[in-house]
Structure formats: structure tokens, C-alpha cells
């Protein structure tokens, strides 16, 4: 009775002759056909796949932040220790993604400009040269964790020997700082087989200028004191050719010349004088594209770990006198032919034995 009322009085103001019944009747027609506006069909539910597709998405998404920020406070809270290892295993993962990543676009950019490895920026060469070490040692403890139930174990022994199985991405900061003062003191433990070697082979000098030089050379390093540019660039041409040059070096002398390197010793001469060639090609190279850039142009970090890659435990040295013996390296580095890379290779061990 109320809806023939209210259809009526529609159609007063209207002016249509329509009835109360025809009105009806002709309201259920649009309904039975969905075209009738009302409630039912509002336009707010006309919303496109896509649109509820990437409303799910964002809802998971903050969730998904939500829960994990819970989660990490927990393991804060709870478990201190296993939250360090935890955060830092997950930040190296980030970063190593983000190194393969850049990687990959440094290599692209060769391939399509026809770009070689020495043509490239000094930051770029940088980056190479440490993923592929990076690299390197990621693919060896893949091969360890190939037999079956080999990744727990391998998971293990990464807990058990950190410094050994992973990269530094791995490291937490105390340990950073612990294996590189590690792995110098390794080092040095090669220093005094090195200098033997140079005393030993002064007799076969055969000028007798570069005699006298080398043996001043050796005294002031034995007394302490730390050789300056022009002492080191006197002994160029000793190095050049024999007793040692890069093709004449003994067996013994390129073992202990690796090690200062970290480079593994137990390979074959032959392929350790390649190995040992093509490391102390690469660092000309980017001594080269460095004194392009200009020392003042990188960072803290950059300045240290450039330094430490060349033989001084940035470590325990200022920032500031990092910077002025990387000056001195590039000095002696950039006035080197590549003949006389083998000055270049002993300078590892001749540069910084007294530095710090």
C-alpha cells in the first residue's frame, strides 16, 4: 500500500499518466534485467582485477613488515647473540646481491661499448677485482655443500670458521676488524723470507751502483726505518731482468711472495709466476685509474681497504697517514714500466714492513 503511494505521488509530479501497477511492473522488468540503479548495484563495486590484485598485495606486504619487525624484536629480546649472527647473515646477503647486480651491469657495459678491464674507472675496476675473489670463495664452499645432507655440516662448519668459509659481506664489525689483523699477521710471517732473499741475491748484481743501493736498502729496513720513494725507485732496473725479474724469481721467492699477496702457494711454479704476474698486473692497473681519480676523491673506507689490498694494516694506521702512503705507493706504482712489475710486486713488503 506504501509503495503504490509513493509510485503514485511520483507520477503527480512528474505529469506521467503512468499507474501505480504499470510502474511496478516495469521497476521488476529493470531489476530481472540489471538495470535498475539501487543499493545492490553500486558503482563502488565495479572495481577491476588489477586494482584488487595490488590491494592484496600491499595488505600482505604490511603484514609481512609488521610480523617480521615482531620477529626480529623477539630474537633481540631473546636471544641476543643468534640475533647478531642473524642480522648480519641477512645484511650479507643483501649486499652480495647488490655487488652481483653491479657486476653484471659493469660487465654489460663492456660487452656493448667493447670496454676492457684497464679502460674501466678505478671504482669499477675495484669492484671487480673483489667479487671475483668474493666470487671465488662463495663457489668453493658451494662445492663443499653439494653431497646430500652436506649443507648442514657446511652450515656448521661456516658457524665454527668464519673467517675461513665466508666472505667479509659474513663478518660482524669486531670480527672484521680481528680477521684482518688475522690474515696480516699471516702475512708478515713471509716478510723476513723476502728480505732474505733480496740480501742473498746482492752478490749477483752485476753494477755495482744498484749493489750498493740494494744493500743500503736492506740495512735501513733491518734498522727500522721506513725507505723512502726514491730509494725504491733507484733498484728499478734490478728488477727488470735478472736476478730479479718477474721470469727469474725462484720457487721459494714467488711462494713467499703469495703468501704477502694472499695468494694460495702450493701450485706449481709455473702457475704460481702466472698467478703472481696477473695480480700484480691488475694492481697497476687500478694504481693507474686511482691516481686518474685523485686519493683525495675516496673515501675513508676506500682509503683503508686499498691500503690493506697493497700490504699496510690500515687497521692500525690513521686515516691520514693511510692517505700519504698510498701516495707514496702510487708514486713508486706509476713510474713503473711493465717490465719492472716484480719492484712493484716486493714493494708490498718494502713499503710497508716499517710503516706501521
Known amino acids: ?143 663443499l655443500s653439494i653431497p646430500p645432507f652436506a649443507n648442514y655440516l657446511v652450515f656448521l662448519l661456516m658457524y665454527l670458521f668464519p673467517r675461513q668459509l665466508l666472505i667479509q659481506h659474513f663478518w660482524t664489525p669486531k670480527q672484521q676488524i680481528d680477521f684482518l689483523n688475522i690474515y696480516h699477521a699471516i702475512r708478515k710471517q713471509s716478510h723476513p723470507e723476502i728480505l732474505c732473499y733480496l740480501e742473498k741475491i746482492i752478490p749477483l748484481i752485476s753494477d755495482e751502483g744498484l749493489q750498493w743501493h740494494m744493500t743500503e736498502l736492506c740495512a735501513k729496513i733491518q734498522r727500522g726505518t721506513h725507505p723512502a720513494v726514491h730509494d725504491i725507485l733507484a733498484l728499478r732496473e734490478c728488477f727488470s731482468n735478472h736476478p730479479l725479474g718477474m721470469d727469474q724469481l725462484h720457487a721459494l721467492q714467488m711462494k713467499a711472495l703469495s703468501r704477502a699477496m694472499f695468494l694460495t702457494p702450493y701450485l706449481p711454479s709455473f702457475l704460481l709466476r702466472r698467478r703472481l704476474k696477473t695480480h700484480t698486473t691488475v694492481i697497476h692497473q687500478l694504481d693507474k685509474a686511482l691516481a686518474k681519480l685523485g686519493i683525495s676523491h675516496l673515501t675513508a673506507q676506500e682509503v683503508r681497504s686499498a691500503c690493506y689490498v697493497r700490504g699496510l694494516n690500515s687497521t692500525l694506521v690513521a686515516e691520514e697517514r693511510c692517505r700519504t702512503w698510498l701516495a707514496e705507493w702510487l708514486q713508486i706504482s706509476c713510474n713503473l714500466k711493465e717490465a719492472e712489475l716484480s719492484l712493484l710486486l716486493h714493494n708490498v713488503v718494502l713499503l710497508s714492513i716499517n710503516y706501521e
Not at 16 to 25: D, H, K, L
Not at 40 to 68: D, E, G, M, R
Open 1 to 143: 500500500m506504501a509503495l503504490s503511494r509513493v509510485c503514485w505521488a511520483r507520477t503527480v509530479l512528474c505529469g506521467s499518466t503512468v499507474t501505480p501497477g504499470s510502474y511496478v511492473t516495469r521497476r521488476l522488468q529493470l531489476v530481472r534485467y540489471g538495470l535498475a540503479w539501487g543499493p545492490p548495484w553500486s558503482s563502488k563495486l565495479h572495481v577491476s582485477p588489477k586494482t584488487n590484485v595490488k590491494s592484496l598485495i600491499s595488505y600482505v606486504v604490511a603484514k609481512t613488515k609488521v610480523i617480521n619487525g615482531k620477529y626480529h624484536r623477539f630474537l633481540d629480546r631473546h636471544f641476543p647473540r643468534f640475533y647478531v649472527l642473524y642480522t648480519t647473515f641477512m645484511k650479507g646477503l643483501q649486499m652480495i646481491w647488490a655487488d652481483a647486480k653491479k657486476a653484471r651491469r659493469i660487465k654489460t657495459n663492456m660487452w656493448k661499448h667493447n670496454i676492457k678491464f684497464h679502460q674501466l674507472s678505478y671504482r669499477e675496476m675495484e669492484h671487480l677485482r673483489q667479487f671475483r675473489r668474493d666470487v671465488t670463495k662463495c663457489l668453493f664452499v658451494g662445492i
